[in-house]
């Protein structure tokens, strides 16, 4: 059999908000029983067939790389990390539903990793006034994928879905929820399943099918990061 091409998505968010659980059960289709902490980075791969159901339809490896969760602001944490950064294709952000700043901690999350040679170590808040420039620069595809949505009280849903549509437009990339313990949240045909092949066509697209298939190279060089209801020392 013929070797398969492939393409690098990185899994970016903070510990706890379930990575691990989340690249399982896309790679193996199956709930991870007993996750554990990430130190450093784990790839599982995952088989994607490109334009399923057309003449163009093709098989592709997924790589995903779930990067550990410390998001640290000490040199050496970044500078570790950063090995993983090199050729990415796209970018899976999780964040954890019922913590919110798991959600605000992506902003972060994006930064370091697209700007892998100079990333911020601390955010500049503009009361509120998010710049989303940065992000409609970018070239990497994003997806913006919400866990735990289970644990949600009914009477916060619509609250919570308010905020993760919001982060979707800052980042310009689609999102959707779910619950890792749960595989009927990515079953064929659910809205899930046809947003995580969408973003998964897309990365291929970008790397095999255009002009300048060439990996992230970071946003413009900016002095002040805007971000929405964001603090850090």
């Given at each position: 059999m013929a070797s398969l091409d492939r393409v690098k998505v990185l899994v970016l968010g903070?510990?706890?908000?379930?990575?691990?659980?989340?690249v399982h059960l896309?790679?193996?289709?199956?709930?991870?029983?007993?996750p554990s902490w990430t130190v450093g980075c784990s790839v599982d791969v995952r088989v994607q067939d490109y334009k399923e159901g057309t003449p163009e339809e093709k098989t592709y490896y997924i790589?995903?790389?779930?990067?550990?969760?410390?998001?640290?602001?000490?040199?050496?944490?970044?500078?570790?990390?950063?090995?993983?950064?090199?050729?990415?294709?796209?970018?899976?952000?999780?964040?954890?539903?019922?913590?919110?700043?798991?959600?605000?901690?992506?902003?972060?999350?994006?930064?370091?990793?697209?700007?892998k040679d100079s990333s911020p170590t601390g955010v500049i808040v503009s009361n509120g006034d998010y710049d989303r420039e940065q992000f409609?620069?970018?070239?990497?595809?994003?997806?913006l994928i919400g866990t735990k949505f289970d644990q949600i009280p009914e009477t916060k849903r619509n609250e919570v879905l308010t905020r993760t549509a919001f982060l979707s437009e800052?980042?310009?990339a689609e999102e959707f929820n779910l619950d890792c313990t749960n595989p009927r949240y990515l079953a064929a045909g659910t809205s899930n399943a046809v947003k995580l092949s969408r973003f998964f066509d897309k990365v291929i697209e970008k790397r095999y099918f255009t002009r300048d298939p060439s990996p992230m190279t970071g946003?413009?060089?900016?002095?002040?990061?805007n971000f929405k209801s964001l603090h850090y020392d």
């Open positions: 903070d510990s706890g908000v379930g990575k691990s659980s989340l896309l790679c193996q289709n199956q709930v991870l029983g007993n790589e995903l790389w779930d990067v550990g969760g410390s998001l640290g602001s000490a040199s050496s944490i970044k500078s570790t990390r950063a090995v993983f950064y090199n050729s990415v294709n796209g970018i899976m952000l999780v964040h954890d539903l019922t913590n919110k700043k798991s959600s605000q901690n992506l902003y972060r999350w994006s930064l370091e990793a697209l700007n409609a620069e970018n070239s990497v595809p994003l997806l800052d980042f310009n946003f413009t060089d900016r002095k002040r990061f």
